[in-house]
């Protein structure tokens, strides 16, 4: 299969407005090709330090510049964070993610406890993934020598939309984090949002910046706009299930070995949308009843979801279906 890196906006633009059974059946070819066996992983996540970011993302309830801050919640320490890691890792969860609500790592305490809680999960025998805002060189290298399978680093939006959801850090600036996760060798997710009061053309442009890297971010989250009361965004009306799916399948197309994730928003999706994005070419789900701060369908309901749509689910301690991830 032949990746590229070329993809021009007007491509990307026809795929998303192709008669959706076309984009599904052009997805398909890809993600069977991909895919093969309809291995489904499971991550699960976890907020450790929540609220006060200095940040002023439209969307999050984490800011400090919003009412809805949840700042006052205590950081938490390495020990319970792994017996959550341990729990996750039992119900099936593959990966472990860890959030922290910051502007950029902070050095001395706080970062030694990251460096052992990444420690701590990979021990573990699960995948562990960090999201803490931007990091330095030295950073991502001591990340890196922990054992760090993954940083996440969302891009959002398009470049032209991106200013209208955040002001305090730069498209750029984010670039440069994702540049820095590279050279340390540890590999990328990153993706973005839609549902933000973005255009057609901004998700074409948001594709386009993603499926420019090379490589190619190993994971790509796809998620929808969760309205908080207290944000800018909380009167912005939810997306249709329908345009969750064609960015999923056009992810699918543009990366063929990426993990496409399906993220926040899930909630809101029923049962045979959640199930098309999986036809479409999800290969990931967040597993579990919380996505940072926002609520998540039940481990039950999703093994429910995954038996219904007859996906199989990587376990702990087994290969990956294919190269690359």
């Known amino acids: ?39 489904v992983q499971l991550a699960s996540l976890l907020s450790v330090k929540t609220g006060g970011c200095e940040e002023d993302c439209a969307y999050c309830p984490q800011s400090m510049h919003h009412p809805s801050d949840l700042e006052g919640r205590q950081p938490l320490a390495v020990a319970p964070v792994l017996e959550r890691a341990r729990q996750a890792r039992d119900a099936g969860a593959h990966r472990f993610c860890m959030g922290w609500a910051w502007r950029e790592i902070r050095d001395g305490a706080p970062f030694e406890a990251m460096l052992a809680m990444v420690r701590g999960v990979r021990e573990l025998g699960l995948e562990a993934c ?10 991502a290298a001591r990340l890196a020598e922990a054992g760090l399978t993954a940083y996440n680093h969302n891009l959002d939006t398009s470049p032209e939309h991106y200013g209208r959801i955040i002001s305090t850090r730069t498209y750029q600036e984010r670039l ?40 190619h971010p190993e994971s790509v989250p796809i998620n929808a706009l969760v309205a908080v009361e207290g944000t800018p965004l909380e009167e912005q009306p939810a997306i249709d299930p329908l345009e969750l799916v064609r960015m999923v399948a056009t992810a699918r197309i543009l990366m063929p070995h990426s993990r496409v994730r399906l993220s926040a928003g899930r909630e809101q999706l029923g049962r045979e949308a959640q199930i098309l994005c999986l036809l479409a070419g999800a290969d990931s789900i967040f597993y579990g009843d ?8 039940a481990v039950s309901s999703d093994r429910e979801l995954l038996r219904a749509a007859g996906v199989r689910v990587h376990l702990e301690g087994q290969p990956l279906a294919a190269a690359g991830r």
């Open 1 to 39: 299969m032949t990746l590229r890196h070329d993809w021009s906006r007007q491509e990307i633009q026809a795929l998303l407005d192709l008669p959706l059974m076309d984009l599904l059946w052009q997805a398909q070819g890809v993600h069977r090709s991909a895919n093969p066996g309809y291995h």
């Open 130 to 139: 960090v999201t803490a805002g931007m990091l330095t060189g030295g950073q």
């Open 176 to 215: 440069d984090t994702l540049a820095r996760v590279r050279s340390a060798g540890i590999d990328l997710c990153c993706g973005g949002i839609i549902g933000l009061g973005e255009g057609p053309e901004d998700r074409a442009g948001l594709l386009q910046v993603l499926a420019g890297l090379d490589p």
């Open 290 to 297: 919380t996505l940072l701060t926002t609520s998540n369908p």
